[in-house]
């Protein structure tokens, strides 16, 4: 630890960035009807320090994550219904936001060094997305109009 300031507790800061994910996310038309924190639920982290976190924790996490079902939403009458397992995708996230909360608190004086470095998990392929006949004739009209000359040789 470098200074005098309390260092953080992971599980405090976490639940900040991933209370303001959820809240961020959520469906506006369809709000969220249960705080997924208010069903007696932990965070993963709880009270351990930035500093403790370790490779061994964050693999943890992500086997922990890739096992638990998503909630999608809660029917009127209650009853939840189930949309199958957490996505690669959204446990990268959640570690993206993790490795971003090292890098700052690094950058804040708050701890010498990264206390772990973060290895991704494998997400599956994307979409592909194909343009239309029109679409990629609007495309190469902007770049012929673009101001930047070297945006059109570029199609």
Known sequence: MMSSVKEPLAGLALLVIFGFLIWYNRPIENPPLVDPYSQGQTPFFGKMPLSKISIFDIERYKKQRLEEDVQQNITKDGT?????K???GTINRELAALSHLFTKAVEW??????PA???????????????TVDQIKRLLKAGQEDQNI???PLF
Not at 117 to 131: D, Q, V
């Open 80 to 84: 939840p219904i189930y949309k199958g």
């Open 86 to 88: 957490t996505s690669p």
């Open 109 to 114: 004086g708050w701890l010498d060094h990264k």
């Open 117 to 131: 470095s973060i290895k991704r998990l494998k997400e599956n392929g994307g979409r592909i997305t194909y343009l």
């Open 150 to 152: 070297q945006i059109y």
